[in-house]
């Protein structure tokens, strides 16, 4: 198919309107102004470059694990609850919970603590879908921040207040009540309460984020989708909830802790771009990375996308002008480079393995690939 769209994708490029400063003295020429891009490389990358051991039998294996998952009896209880966590399919919440254990564990998890961090983080994970769900499946922005007060200073939701979806603020007051219950009881929650806090609230804003590039197509511009849509993904605040059962973490790491984070972030958020976006134009959902990319390199417009919602044009074809433009191969080779230069960099830290870390998202990543069509 890529070759089919390629003469297409070039003669959209070349036919594209460029921006254009005008020149000094007021000609009516103008020089090209570059097009800011979601990464920097220009080079490709394919899924057998990355040197992640990844094929069919992986996969399998990796989905069996999965799928033969047993959810904890509370974490199973609340996610059969009379709200809306059952109306979900099983399988969606076995891999929460594969992820949430020993897949992005830190290793200074005290062994003791280990169970009790693994619940505290796929409840933290379910939070955060509930509450993502309002704002980008329901555009319910009422419920919304109503039920997000709980991520803010002296804020307390009204669970019982009558124009919210009554059902949604019933599953998520009890997964909050039981998360906290969790986190306050852990060794060092006083310690790491605000940071966890304070990514929280960066993790709302990134839902809001999404819910502004719905309206406004502006919104869905290379800069501002970094900063906000790779705040979504939560790494922090599931590493942090690590660090409250961390008796031998050093707080001398925590600045070099948080710079490797915000790198792995990037990482982790390529991944989901880089095997979810064919299910997403099934979906029309636009506001991931290779969209904006698409749109700012002239692969695709905002009128085919319109076109796309009304009928008149098929997913397919979007498909296929995005795959023969390289895009998707270029974001695998900016994890690839992320990758290699976390490998390459010194991190100071005693306490916990940097490497460790780096080695979680080539794992994640594998995941991504093995369960795209089920995420």
């Known amino acids: 198919m890529a070759n089919k769209f390629a003469g297409e994708v070039e003669q959209m490029k070349k036919t594209r309107s460029q921006p254009g400063t005008?020149?000094?003295?007021?000609?009516?020429?103008?020089?090209?102004?570059?097009?800011?891009?979601?990464?920097?490389?220009?080079?490709?990358?394919?899924?057998?470059?990355?040197?992640?051991?990844?094929?069919?039998?992986?996969?399998?294996?990796v989905l069996n694990e999965i799928k033969t998952t047993e959810l904890p009896e509370d974490i199973e209880d609340i996610i059969l609850d009379d709200g809306v966590l059952g109306d979900r399919?099983?399988?969606?919440?076995?891999?929460?919970?594969?992820?949430?254990?020993?897949?992005?564990?830190?290793?200074?998890?005290?062994?003791?603590?280990?169970?009790?961090?693994?619940?505290?983080?796929?409840?933290?994970?379910?939070?955060?879908?509930?509450?993502?769900?309002?704002?980008?499946?329901?555009?319910?922005?009422?419920?919304?921040?109503?039920?997000?007060?709980t991520a803010y200073p002296e804020a307390e939701p009204d669970w019982e207040r009558e124009d919210i979806n009554s059902d949604y603020a019933h599953s998520i007051r009890r997964v909050w009540t039981e998360l906290m219950d969790r986190l306050e009881s852990a060794p060092r929650f006083d310690e790491f309460e605000d940071p966890f806090?304070?990514?929280?609230?960066?993790?709302?804003?990134?839902?809001?984020?999404?819910?502004?590039?719905?309206?406004?197509?502006?919104f869905m511009n290379p800069e501002e989708m970094w900063h906000f849509d790779t705040q979504g993904i939560g790494s922090f605040l599931y590493w942090t909830v690590d660090l409250m059962y961390s008796p031998s973490f050093e707080m001398d790491d925590f600045r070099e802790f948080?710079?490797?984070?915000?790198?792995?972030?990037?990482?982790?958020?390529?991944?989901?771009?880089?095997?979810?976006?064919?299910?997403?134009?099934?979906?029309?959902?636009?506001?991931?990375?290779?969209?904006?990319?698409?749109?700012?390199?002239?692969?695709?417009?905002?009128?085919?996308?319109?076109?796309?919602?009304?009928?008149?044009?098929?997913?397919?074809?979007?498909i296929g002008r995005i795959k023969a433009s390289g895009i998707v191969e270029q974001f695998i080779a900016d994890w690839k480079r992320r990758r290699d230069r976390l490998h390459e960099r010194d991190f100071e830290m005693q306490s916990l393995d940097a490497d460790q870390m780096v080695v979680m998202m080539e794992r994640m990543m594998r995941n991504h690939l093995a369960t795209s069509e089920y995420r």
Not at 89 to 102: A, F, G, I, R, Y
Not at 197 to 218: C, K
Not at 258 to 271: D, F, P, Y
């Open 89 to 149: 399919e099983e399988l969606s919440w076995k891999w929460v919970w594969h992820v949430c254990t020993e897949l992005l564990t830190l290793d200074c998890v005290g062994d003791e603590y280990r169970q009790e961090a693994y619940e505290a983080k796929a409840l933290m994970a379910i939070y955060v879908t509930l509450v993502d769900d309002i704002g980008e499946q329901l555009n319910d922005k009422a419920t919304f921040w109503e039920l997000a007060k």
């Open 197 to 218: 806090m304070f990514n929280l609230r960066e993790t709302v804003q990134a839902m809001e984020y999404t819910q502004m590039s719905d309206e406004y197509s502006a």
């Open 258 to 318: 948080r710079q490797l984070v915000h790198e792995l972030q990037h990482m982790w958020r390529l991944g989901n771009w880089i095997t979810t976006w064919e299910e997403e134009v099934y979906e029309q959902d636009f506001s991931a990375g290779v969209f904006v990319e698409a749109l700012n390199n002239g692969v695709i417009d905002e009128t085919d996308i319109e076109r796309l919602e009304s009928g008149e044009t098929n997913p397919e074809r979007l």
């Open 22 to 61: 005008p020149e000094i003295g007021g000609s009516q020429s103008a020089s090209t102004v570059n097009v800011p891009t979601m990464s920097t490389v220009e080079e490709m990358a394919t899924v057998d470059d990355l040197g992640i051991l990844f094929d069919d039998r992986v996969e399998k294996r």
